[in-house]
């Protein structure tokens, strides 16, 4: 089965420094991977996926994030970090199977200092 | 854009009774899910259907739990009998057909068992 570590539990930044989220998943396969953005009391907003092809992706919002099979990784990057971004992430691992479901990682909480 | 909706937003129930939260998914999609979110933790995936059947559940999906969809556009997910520990934030989430699982989530029911 499986499995995603986010590793911060929380992270705080300054306004306008950079930002990288962790993320590590386990899988067999290669798999599908996603970063979601939660802000408080809504839903679930996709911010970018990767399926193949180019290791680096470019989401929404300005984030990116890179895929390393090596490491088991898809670490979520952002150069600077907008107030507005404060929210909760979540990194996802999806099965290439009939279902489909998906996999969610205990999420990272982000603080944006003034 | 096409969005995933879910109603009520917010639903207060007490223990013991029955609830139905609703969705209607994005029009084209042939592949519903239920996730919930307790509290402070990660999301967790309930259970996915397809051609008008469950394709997988998770042993969160016990007797208590069912999906249904009655018309063209509406999914729902009833517990039967509510518990305190049912108390979570409800995601309904589509996609098309394909190999890939991007799914859409909608904004969610908070479902409060007093």
């Known amino acids: 089965a499986q499995s995603v570590t986010q590793p911060d539990i929380h992270i705080t930044v300054s306004e306008g420094a950079s930002l990288e989220l962790r993320c590590n998943y386990s899988y067999g396969a290669t798999p599908y991977l996603f970063w979601y953005v939660q802000s408080p009391g809504q839903g679930l907003q996709l911010l970018l996926k990767?399926?193949?092809?180019?290791?680096l992706v470019q989401g929404i919002k300005g984030f990116e994030a890179e895929f390393k099979r090596s490491q088991s990784s898809f670490n979520l990057r952002k150069p600077s970090v907008h107030w507005s971004d404060a929210a909760e992430y979540f990194c996802a691992v999806g099965e290439s199977n009939a279902g489909n479901m998906l996999t969610f990682g205990g999420g990272t909480r982000l603080m944006v200092k003034p | 854009e096409p969005e995933v909706t879910q109603t009520p937003s917010h639903q207060v129930t007490q223990m013991g009774q029955e609830v139905i939260l609703r969705c209607v998914p994005i029009s084209n999609h042939l592949y519903f899910y239920w996730y919930r979110q307790i509290l402070g933790q990660k999301v967790e995936f309930l259970v996915s259907f397809y051609n008008n059947e469950i394709s997988e559940k998770s042993e969160i999906f016990d007797d208590q739990f069912s999906v249904e969809r009655p018309d063209g556009s509406n999914f729902t997910l009833k517990i039967r009998s509510t518990k305190l520990e049912d108390s979570a934030m409800y995601f309904c989430?589509?996609?098309?057909?394909?190999?890939?699982?991007?799914?859409?989530f909608g904004q969610g029911t908070r479902l409060t068992v007093v």
């Open positions: 990767y399926f193949s092809g180019d290791t």
């Open positions: 989430a589509s996609r098309t057909q394909g190999p890939s699982p991007e799914a859409f």
